[in-house]
């Protein structure tokens, strides 16, 4: 059974920092690109981040760029997403969850159903 726990979230101030924790299990995590996803009220779930097998290339959507990291420890079947500079905008439920591609990062909704529970992110003064 593919299982994913997403951990780490918390209220912290604009320009904190916070880091996901991604814990998977039935499947080795090694073996496929994973992709952190948030959704905040009102809005439509959005990709934030992946990381592909093999080369473990990384992408990012635009708003985040420069300011969040994705990383894998394979031997903990993790993945993390360090967020530093923070915005009220990056207020939102995290997710992360492996695409039906893979070995290849997507954004695209239609490629992902094994969604956790999320953890909540919440950015404010």
């Known amino acids: 059974q593919v299982q994913f726990v997403e951990s780490g979230g918390g209220l912290v101030q604009p320009g904190g920092s916070l880091r996901l924790s991604c814990a998977a299990s039935?499947?080795?995590?090694?073996?496929?690109?994973i992709a952190w996803f948030r959704q905040a009220p009102g809005k439509e779930r959005e990709g934030v981040s992946c990381?592909?097998?093999?080369?473990?290339?990384?992408y990012y959507t635009d708003s985040v760029k420069g300011r969040f990291t994705i990383s894998r420890d394979n031997a903990e079947n993790t993945v993390y997403l360090q967020m530093n500079s923070l915005k009220p905008e990056d207020t939102a439920v995290y997710y992360c969850?492996?695409?039906?591609?893979?070995?290849?990062?997507?954004?695209?909704?239609?490629?992902?159903?094994?969604w956790g529970q999320g953890t909540q992110v919440t950015v404010s003064s």
């Open positions: 969850d492996l695409p039906r591609t893979k070995f290849y990062c997507s954004f695209a909704l239609s490629e992902y159903g094994y």
């Open positions: 039935g499947f080795t995590l090694d073996d496929y690109a």
């Open positions: 990381i592909s097998r093999s080369d473990g290339t990384t």
